[in-house]
């Protein structure tokens, strides 16, 4: 029965499929050989002339790749099956599609639609058979250099539809080449001048002198799988904080609550920021269906009567010597409307009112139950004091 993996749950990566590419004499195929137990589908008929060649076939047809492959106590001895170069093996691929039965040939030798199509199958099957056995894959291919304006660009030299499905497959790509200084340079992370992937962080590396045999890309395969895993791992644990976080917030209902995760999100955000950020999505989801806001200003979330208070109080601060009648007793009658909810509050709206109305020379009138301007006061006052 097929297995479905939690997203909480590890999927940690045990094998590589990379792609080498670069000029000649970058030493692309003496890298290689430097991996782990490999063995070189030599295409190119050109591993002769690398430094401590490994166990190498010398391809004549695609069917010598495929007896090799398909013999299992042969490849029990090999943990690397490294193809120099893709390119030549899928001419291979191509003149043996050419042969079979079926629209697959243009007429003039090539591949027709059909054929690039079953290609591309047969070369996605191949692979997955590699993968299937355990066995790690390195490509290697020649570069190809492109020119936009003046500036040059290098992408592997590999036909039709088979390199995007290199390129998808791919845990790393690297661009090899020779320095001015004849120093030889793998590099996984050149982006603006090179078609290049760097899943495990890996940057530009320095190819040693091989001249004494050593297991350069071994080693440098290790650190990969170990970038990549730990990579695993970072993210694993970060979607179960995620949900676990969820779970938490979606049991919160009163604004006190809410808050209290607030402070566990600050101190999250110290060791992941994207997680806390995701984290404090969540709360704020959780809050509104609460009819909870956060209040910038006071740093915590508010209830809807604790809302209303605090957004009331600012309005009565910024109360100047423009503001009216009007606002005073607008102010007011939102006051009582916060007194019918929570008395304690409408008495601090009632008493700040008073406070700013005094500053401002306003006067409370307690039988109209109003505020009302200075001069009206004092109109007021004298017809209270007139003679009749």
């Known amino acids: ?9 590890a999927m940690l990566v045990k094998l590589l499929t990379g792609l080498i590419y ?15 137990r490999a063995l070189i589908l ?7 002339r690398a ?13 010598d790749i495929l007896d090799v492959v398909a013999d299992d106590v ?3 001895e090999y ?3 490294v193809i120099d170069t893709v390119g030549t093996v899928l001419d291979f691929l191509a003149e043996r599609i050419t042969k079979l039965p079926g629209k697959n040939s243009n007429g003039a030798g090539g591949l027709s639609p059909q054929g690039w199509g079953l290609l591309k199958n047969e070369f996605q099957a191949f692979v997955n058979g590699l993968r299937a056995k355990g066995k790690n894959i390195l490509f290697i291919a020649h570069a190809k250099e492109e020119k936009d304006g003046d500036n040059r660009y290098y992408r592997p030299d590999i036909q039709g539809g088979s390199k995007d499905m290199v390129y998808r497959i791919c845990d790393y790509i690297g661009y090899a080449y020779r320095t001015s200084a004849n120093t030889r340079i793998v590099d996984f992370s050149c982006v603006e001048r090179a078609m290049v992937k760097d899943t495990a962080n890996i940057g ?3 190819i040693p002198d091989l001249t004494e045999k050593q297991p350069f890309f071994e080693n440098v395969m290790d650190a990969m799988l170990e970038a990549i895993n730990n990579k695993t791992e970072a993210q694993q644990q970060a979607v179960s904080t995620i949900n676990t976080f969820r779970k938490t917030a979606e049991g919160l209902t009163e604004a006190e609550q809410f808050n209290e995760q607030i402070s ?5 955000k110290e060791k992941n920021k994207a997680v806390a950020m995701q984290c404090y999505k969540i709360l704020e989801e959780q809050a509104a269906k609460h009819g909870l806001q956060f209040d910038k200003d006071a740093k915590k979330y508010l209830a809807e009567s604790a809302q209303k208070l605090t957004e009331l109080q600012k309005r009565i601060k910024k109360f100047d010597d423009k503001t009216t009648t009007d606002d005073f007793n607008a102010a007011l009658a939102d006051a009582r409307a916060v007194a019918k909810e929570n008395a304690a509050d409408g008495k601090k709206l009632k008493a700040l009112l008073d406070e700013t109305a005094g500053h401002l020379g306003f006067e409370f009138d307690s039988k109209a139950k109003a505020y009302i301007a200075p001069q009206m006061a004092e109109a007021a006052q004298e017809e209270v004091e007139a003679p009749w």
């Open 22 to 36: 670069g000029d000649a004499s970058s030493g692309k195929t003496t890298l290689s050989g430097t991996s782990k």
């Open 204 to 206: 530009k590396l320095t």
């Open 79 to 81: 943990d690397t099956i």
């Open 264 to 268: 566990f999100i600050t101190a999250l």
């Open 74 to 76: 042969i490849m029990a």
């Open 1 to 9: 029965m097929p297995t479905i993996r939690k997203a909480d749950e």
């Open 42 to 48: 030599d295409g190119d008929r050109g591993a002769y």
């Open 51 to 63: 430094l401590h060649r490994p166990d190498t076939l010398e391809v004549q047809s695609w069917q």
